[in-house]
């Protein structure tokens, strides 16, 4: 069974940055595109961002230029740097793999939570 573990998230000031994990177990992830997705309390779970097969990248508009997602196959590990974070993205972070249409190929982890706030 596959098992996603997101870690990393924490509280930061405004401006701060971020570097969060996921750790895939019982699968490779090579086959796989990735994704991070958030949700913020009385929201929606959204994607922020995607990384392909072969490496490339897509954000939501929101978070372009600010994040960056990477992943390492070899270690079944995505990541998700975040940089000068803004109150709005305050939320729970969580990875998976996006199916082409919407939703995702595992169930969900517990995902990591990250406050921004002064």
């Known amino acids: 069974q596959v098992q996603l573990v997101e870690s990393g998230g924490g509280l930061v000031q405004p401006g701060g940055s971020l570097r969060l994990s996921c750790a895939v177990s019982g699968s490779s992830i090579s086959i796989y595109a990735m994704a991070w997705y958030r949700q913020a309390p009385g929201k929606q779970r959204e994607l922020v961002a995607r990384?392909?097969?072969?490496?490339?990248?897509s954000y939501a508009d929101s978070v372009k230029d600010r994040f960056t997602i990477s992943r390492d196959n070899a270690k079944k590990m995505v990541y998700l740097q975040m940089n000068t974070l803004k109150p709005e993205d305050t939320a729970v972070y969580y990875c998976n793999a996006p199916l082409p249409q919407s939703g995702a190929f595992f169930s969900w982890g517990q995902g990591t939570q990250v406050t921004v706030s002064s």
């Open positions: 990384i392909d097969i072969g490496g490339s990248t």
